[in-house]
């Protein structure tokens, strides 16, 4: 019961946040309909810092990366999208399972203006707030194995310009909070780490 709970929660807030974002996106684009298309697409590696059960650390680490996009729907504000996966190994020496973490999340973004320090900047930070689903597979997920639960990320990070195109994702740091279950408190307070390369495209 508590599964399908998971599974049809995760469902309805990624509905719910595709709904949100179509709208956003639509209603900008009735407002500007000439205007030139911008967005990003980055290939980023991921290190997650993650937590087995509540009230201890029980702390290990994931491995692995994300393919995200945004589009600019206005100034300085895009809507984003990643898909992600990270994952660790089993091992019987240490006596830990193993575990795989995928997620769909999405969102908006904000960037800050081009000349946020009064002059071309080399650094151009972000935040982000991204929610969807999470699906958990292996032997270290426990009662949480195969299921689907709700995904929420907040953070963001600095890109580092390398020419009109190209960018590099210096890093990002996102708190990374899932919903699976646990049988104690039912969420996971995750941390999340990642650096990549940005490719940035534009109608133009």
């Not at 059960?53 to 729907?73: E, I, K, M, R, V």
């Not at 504000?77 to 089993?90: C, D």
């Not at 707030?129 to 292996?138: D, E, K, N, T």
């Not at 600095?158 to 740091?173: E, I, M, S, T």
Request: hydrophobic fraction near 40%; aromatic fraction near 10%.
């Amino acid at each position: 019961m508590r599964e399908g709970m998971n599974v049809k929660g995760a469902l309805r807030t990624l509905l719910a946040a595709a709904t949100l974002l179509a709208g956003l996106a639509g209603a900008a684009r009735a407002q500007n309909p000439n205007e030139a298309q911008s967005g990003d697409a980055a290939l980023t590696y991921h290190w997650v810092r993650s937590n087995a059960a509540p009230g201890q650390c029980g702390c290990f680490s994931l491995n692995g990366g994300g393919l995200s996009g945004s589009w600019n729907f206005r100034e300085n504000w895009a809507i984003a999208a990643e898909l992600s996966s990270e994952t660790r190994g089993a091992s019987v020496s240490q006596g830990y399972g193993s575990l795989t973490l995928t997620s769909f999340v999405a969102g908006v973004r904000y960037r800050a203006p081009q000349n946020w320090t009064g002059k071309a900047p080399k650094l151009q930070p972000f935040g982000e707030a991204l929610i969807g689903s999470a699906h958990a597979g292996g032997s270290e997920a426990g009662v949480a194995n195969g299921t689907n639960a709700f995904a929420l990320r907040l953070g963001g990070g600095v890109d580092v310009p390398l020419n009109a195109h190209f960018a590099v994702r210096a890093v990002q740091l996102d708190w990374f909070r899932t919903g699976f279950a646990n049988l104690q408190n039912d969420r996971q307070n995750n941390f999340l780490v990642a650096t990549g390369l940005v490719f940035r495209w534009s109608s133009k």
